[in-house]
């Protein structure tokens, strides 16, 4: 079995975002990789989308920016403006083959399909493969998606529908979510904040089905693509070892009240790559602690109060909206969390603060 000097364990979005930053910065010129991923072949399977608040590399993967966006509570909608962080959402196929092309012009990169083709004793490893313990009252982000294209022009491309809080709740947190491609053409998906115990939540063709043709009034349209996920809202139980680095969502990149994770890995990666030289000593890199902590509150107030929550999330965009996006996208300072915070009903925070 052949030595290497860095092996990636999944080569997804976290994997695959890491080889290339190395290689794009020439950290592989004399340096070996192996990548371990068993999926036999590449296609498009998520749509990663954000705003972007900071530069990647992956500005030509980019399906569409929209600079508008909206959120609904019945009865109520509001617009607001992203210009200055203009929201953006990557074709992971797209990615894939990018990053992939890119890869394989360097012969110190080697692709295999099972860690055991490999040894491991004398490698650095990066790992993207989470540990999940499931447990019954764990939390999960989960969604399914339908790429539609209608007959007629229907959509407004020119802004997002973030989310569309006018639907059935369940004793849970639900929300409709659409990102509209072209005027004909929109991914729709039907997204939860709740355990995975009821499975009446999971009758997602159904959701999208009625939202299709009774919300959003289409009658005439073919399903061009599909995509479905669950995000654990909390954290994978790896942990990093002398020669071992988890990445990705099982190195805690997901932000827990929003699930948004690609820029997190894009800014892990970077992290990496500068230190790559002395990678057996630096300092754990994680989303800032302050974050951890809010988010930990706000999903408690979450499980305790699903009905308050999409006022809560209407209501924080009173806030000026670059302030919230920041705020979401972990960039934001004290004054701008601050006011945030200030927006949330302070009696049901104060006691999720105080596990009452
Ligand atoms: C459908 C979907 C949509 C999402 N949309 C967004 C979004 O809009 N914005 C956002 O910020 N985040 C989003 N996320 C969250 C997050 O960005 C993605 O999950 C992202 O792909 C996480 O990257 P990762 O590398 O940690 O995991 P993955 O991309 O899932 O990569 C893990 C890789 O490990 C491989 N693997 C599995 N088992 C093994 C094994 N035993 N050995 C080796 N390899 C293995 C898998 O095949 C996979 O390729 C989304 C998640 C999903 C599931």
């Not at 059935?168 to 409709?176: C, G, L």
């Not at 057996?280 to 951890?292: A, G, L, P, R, T």
Request: with cysteine.
């Amino acid at each position: 079995m052949k030595d290497f000097d860095f092996i990636i364990i999944g080569g997804g979005c976290a994997g695959l975002s890491l080889a290339y930053e190395l290689e794009i910065h020439k950290k592989l010129e004399n340096k070996s990789l192996a990548i371990i991923e068993p999926r036999l072949e590449y296609k498009k399977d998520k749509t990663w989308s954000f705003w972007r608040v900071e530069k990647h590399n992956f500005d030509d993967c980019v399906k569409k920016n929209w600079e508008d966006f909206s959120i609904n509570v019945p009865s109520k909608t509001k617009h607001l403006k992203c210009n200055n962080y203009p929201y953006q959402s990557i074709d992971s196929g797209l990615f894939y083959k990018k990053v992939i092309n890119k890869l394989k012009e360097n012969k110190n990169i080697s692709f295999f399909k099972n860690i055991k083709e490999v040894n491991q004793d004398n490698s650095f490893i990066f790992n993207s493969v989470p540990s999940i313990k499931t447990e019954k009252n764990s939390l999960w982000q989960h969604f399914y998606g339908v790429e539609i294209k209608t007959k007629e022009n229907i959509f407004d491309d020119g802004i997002i529908n973030l989310m569309d809080f006018d639907c059935e709740q369940k004793d849970s947190v639900h929300f409709f979510y659409t990102l509209p491609f072209q005027k004909n053409k929109a991914l729709i998906e039907t997204t939860w904040l709740s355990k995975m115990t009821d499975d009446s939540l999971k009758d997602y063709d159904n959701q999208i089905k009625k939202y299709i043709e009774q919300n959003l009034k289409i009658k005439n349209y073919e399903i061009v693509y599909k995509e479905q996920g669950a995000i654990p809202l909390f954290y994978p139980s790896n942990t990093n070892e002398i020669n071992k680095i988890n990445i990705g969502t099982a190195g805690g990149m997901t932000r827990l009240s929003t699930g948004y994770t690609f820029l997190n890995i894009q800014e892990h990666s970077k992290y990496i790559r500068m230190n790559i030289e002395n990678i057996k000593n630096i300092k754990h890199f994680q989303i800032k602690k302050k974050y951890q902590l809010l988010d930990k509150i706000f999903l408690k107030v979450l499980e305790k109060n699903p009905e308050k929550m999409p006022d809560i999330f209407f209501n924080m965009f009173n806030a000026s909206t670059n302030k919230v996006i920041k705020f979401l996208s972990n960039k934001s300072n004290f004054l701008e969390d601050f006011s945030i915070i200030l927006k949330m009903p302070k009696i049901i925070f104060i006691k999720a603060l105080f596990g009452k």
